[in-house]
């Protein structure tokens, strides 16, 4: 239970699909793997909610506002359903997970002087 049966094993352990993201992955990678995804998933919403509150414009805003929404809406049809498993969703989710990541890197490099930078 610590590190999980490995991916797709709990299809052997229920003897049917989990219907839940979550209880796949906690039987799958365990509680170890699981508390890593969750933690990546807070850690992305904290920083598009910081991308949000810390925007130098509109398009900014939005997009961290937007990435926030999305990002919730996703986790919560996991409950009921593998959609981190659909590479309709996972594609866009990391394409969109890299340009809020790299408004952000933006935006500390804004706040911080380049002479600071030496």
């Not at 979550?22 to 969750?38: D, S, T």
């Not at 939005?62 to 990435?67: A, D, E, Q």
């Not at 981190?84 to 996972?90: P, S």
Request: proline share 3%.
């Amino acid at each position: 239970p610590i590190f999980g049966v490995g991916w797709w094993g709990g299809r052997y352990i229920l003897g049917t699909e989990a219907h839940s993201q979550y209880l796949a992955y906690l039987i799958e990678v365990g509680i170890f793997g699981f508390g890593i995804f969750l933690w990546l998933m807070i850690r992305m919403f904290k920083i598009s909610l910081w991308v949000r509150n810390n925007a130098s414009d509109d398009v900014v805003e939005g997009l961290g506002l937007g990435y926030a929404a999305g990002l919730a809406g996703i986790l919560m049809t996991c409950f009921f359903s593998d959609s981190l498993e659909a590479f309709r969703i996972l594609g866009p989710l990391w394409f969109m997970t890299g340009l809020v990541v790299s408004a952000r890197n933006i935006l500390l490099n804004q706040k911080i002087p380049s002479q600071d930078l030496r």
